[in-house]
């Protein structure tokens, strides 16, 4: 995969799209470190890229909060101690 600095993407974004054709990605980096993938898309593949790339953007959120949810102990939670949260919750937010 091709590494472009945002340097290079600014001052020739023309070229940095060319780095695209091999293998069609490229990893944007800022100071050496990585901050964005570029990725190939014509009109044919563009609806469906995006979808996968929601999807995954979904996954990465699921995951962070079944982390922080083992961080925080909450992954234990019981049904009963679910519900009475959301209990809890619908009573304040009435209440509001």
């Known amino acids: 995969m091709q590494f472009v600095s945002v340097r290079e993407l600014s001052k020739s974004p023309k070229a940095a799209l060319a780095k695209l054709t091999a293998d069609g990605k490229a990893v944007i980096t800022n100071n050496g ?4 993938i570029l990725v190939k898309v014509d009109s044919s593949s563009f609806e469906s890229t995006l979808a996968l790339i ?15 949810s083992l961080r925080n102990g909450n992954s234990n939670m019981t ?13 304040e937010t009435a209440s509001a």
């Open 79 to 91: 049904l009963d101690e679910i519900n009475a949260e959301i209990q809890a919750v619908r009573l």
């Open 54 to 68: 929601q999807q995954l953007e979904f996954t990465q959120t699921i995951a962070a909060m079944q982390q922080e």
């Open 33 to 36: 470190q990585p901050q964005a």
